[in-house]
């Protein structure tokens, strides 16, 4: 089962063929094992998020859950947080330290040929010209591309830490110059907020600033840009500029945000339902103004979206939706952090570029999710929660101590800890040995 979740890893390269969507599959072989087990606390908030999405999903439309198209858009939630579960149900002692290195060189390597050629035909700085003329490497969107290579950014600097290489920092100047070509602002904006938060020690006080940034200035952007005089749940947009960058941004001031607003006035508790956004509600019956219920809907399964995780997420889960997905985050941070600091004093470095990755993607992906629907896109969620599974799975090597014989002697697994044996480093940046 753990070379399912190896092969899923090794193929987020690209969506244009999008098996790395299989990283769910061992749930459906070993679902018995998710019982007689403890798990970290981010497994909490996590599972009752999607229960929450379930529910919501079967008041709303309980017919998407039989269509492709569902999965694929409006319900990609499920295909992107699923291989965490699977990470609970199978099990595996490799060097994971080795394996996300590999991986690293793999993800960059495999792009030096169609960046190439797009440097041959465009040119560095093509991109300031012409919008269009931007890299998109093995994706479908440019956003895709972007957001995975921002991912790929982070995973290369938990690498470096652990083991500091001149190679290493060859191809994360490299990553670094095709995540510039994409031209995706949202994954630039991501990637280098990163690097402040690791200069100020990723202490949790500043990630607490960060999440509560964010979701404040997205609400405030979406009231700014909203007309009192446009009635946005029925409005139909129509784009007039043609520079295709700034007719993205104008979608979004004009209509997204303040239409995701308008949602989550009409029901600011649970939402209108998951998967609403894209959908003509024609009527909405609510009660004290807390409760919204739609009728006279047509479904429509989409890419249309808020443009922004917390907008989204606020008009169609509402605050219940938003706040578990930030609870989950928030202590899937913490763990990571822990894990790390573990890993490197009493651990000799075991799986420490993992826990390092899933603390700065996380942080990179909040960050991203202002700009764009990124909690949910699989291009950018899969690297991560990929590598959660991995690490849920890994179980410790048995190691002899020779002074007492034959004795085996098993370290603990990462996700029994719940609390650091040594508070005091739990906060360092120390690298694996």
């Known amino acids: 089962m753990a070379y399912i979740s190896l092969l899923a890893l090794f193929l987020t390269v690209t969506n244009l063929i999008p098996v790395s969507a299989v990283g769910f599959l061992p749930i459906l072989f070993c679902a018995w094992r998710f019982f007689g087990r403890s798990y970290p606390s981010f497994i909490t908030p996590l599972t009752a998020l999607t229960l929450y999405v379930l529910v919501s999903t079967l008041l709303y439309d309980p017919h998407s859950l039989t269509e492709f198209d569902f999965y694929r858009r409006d319900g990609n939630y499920f295909v992107a947080y699923a291989p965490i579960f699977a990470g609970c149900v199978y099990a595996h002692r490799w060097d994971l330290n080795k394996i996300l290195r590999a991986f690293f060189v793999f993800a960059v390597l495999i792009n030096v040929p169609p960046y190439a050629y797009y440097i041959v035909q465009n040119g560095l700085l093509s991109i300031f010209k012409n919008y269009d003329n931007s890299f998109g490497s093995f994706f479908i969107a440019r956003n895709a591309a972007g957001g995975f290579l921002a991912m790929l950014f982070c995973l290369g600097i938990a690498c470096y830490l652990q083991k500091r290489s001149k190679i290493l920092l060859a191809l994360i100047a490299l990553n670094a110059l095709m995540l510039f070509s994409t031209f995706s602002r949202g994954s630039l904006l991501g990637a280098v907020a990163v690097l402040p938060y690791l200069y100020f020690g990723r202490k949790r006080v500043i990630l607490a600033t960060l999440m509560s940034s964010l979701v404040v200035a997205s609400l405030a952007m979406a009231i700014y840009n909203t007309e009192p005089n446009v009635n946005y749940m029925g409005y139909t947009f129509t784009i007039h500029n043609s520079d295709a960058k700034l007719a993205n941004l104008n979608i979004r001031y004009e209509w997204l945000w303040p239409r995701a607003l308008a949602y989550f006035r009409q029901s600011p508790i649970v939402g209108m339902g998951f998967g609403s956004f894209d959908d003509q509600i024609r009527s909405v019956v609510s009660y004290f103004g807390l409760l919204g219920v739609p009728s006279d809907i047509i479904i429509e399964h989409s890419d249309s979206h808020a443009h922004n995780s917390y907008l989204n997420f606020l008009a169609e889960l509402g605050v219940v939706g938003l706040a578990l997905m930030l609870s989950f985050f928030w202590r899937l941070i913490k763990w990571s952090q822990y894990g790390a600091a573990r890993s490197a004093l009493i651990e000799r ?37 990929l590598v959660v599974s991995l690490l849920l799975a890994a179980r410790p090597v048995r190691v002899t101590a020779p002074e007492h014989g034959r004795r085996v002697v098993n370290a603990p697994p990462p996700y029994r800890d719940q609390r650091h044996p040594y508070p005091s480093a739990a906060g360092r940046s120390v690298p694996g040995a």
Not at 361 to 372: G, I, P, Q
């Open 349 to 385: 470095g075991r799986n420490f570029a993992a826990f390092r990755f899933v603390e700065l993607s996380s942080v990179c992906l909040l960050v991203m999710a202002a700009t764009e629907h990124r909690l949910v896109s699989p291009s950018n969620v899969l690297i991560l929660t």
